[in-house]
């Protein structure tokens, strides 16, 4: 990636992570509040080399580890196992569909809610946890969705960010 790519990436990560810590809690329910890191995640999938990808999805997993109070490493390894299955897939479609975005946005959603939901339960010995995750599945879905359909509604969408 070019020095301006890395610049504007890095600026988009901190808007990001500030939109989502500070400015969300305090006007959006919890259940509505979009996953930003994950939408620039699957940006990342569907666009970026593995060689640069794979760091950067780890990366973001632990800045959403560390935002989120939970525990250190869990959305790190959702995020990178999510980063590989999209980036195993990625190579044999058309990335720069709106379509194929909102998708993935979707299925990773899901995804790492059932990956993270097994982690819990596997590791933890909360008893109501399944439930307070269950109940906020389906709005976060859809906020989720809508959030990267607005992503791709953006000029420079279809753009690619490095020579592959």
């Known amino acids: 990636m070019s020095r301006r790519a890395v610049l ?18 305090v006007f959006v329910r919890t259940p509505f509040k979009p996953d930003l890191l994950l939408v ?21 997993g632990m800045l959403n580890d560390v935002c989120s109070g939970l525990y250190i490493g869990l959305n790190a390894v959702t995020f990178l196992i999510a980063f590989l299955v999209i980036k195993s897939v990625s190579d044999r479609l058309y990335a720069d569909s709106a379509i194929l975005f909102v ?20 590791f933890t010995a909360s008893p109501g946890i399944a ?20 992503v791709s509604a ?9 020579s592959q």
Not at 9 to 15: G, I, Q
Not at 45 to 57: D, Q
Not at 103 to 119: D, E, P
Not at 154 to 162: A, I, S, V
């Open 8 to 25: 504007f990436f890095l600026c988009l990560v901190v808007a990001s992570i500030v939109v989502q810590v500070s400015l969300l809690p």
């Open 131 to 150: 439930y307070s995750m269950f109940s906020d599945i389906f709005p976060r879905l859809l906020v989720n969705a809508f959030v990267a359909s607005i």
């Open 103 to 122: 998708l993935t946005v979707a299925g990773v959603t899901l995804a790492g809610f059932m990956l993270n939901l097994l982690l819990l339960v596997i």
């Open 40 to 60: 620039i995640l699957v940006f990342i999938a569907l666009r970026v080399s593995f060689e640069a990808g794979a760091p950067l999805a780890w990366l973001l």
């Open 154 to 162: 953006f000029p420079g969408f279809d753009c690619q960010l490095e």
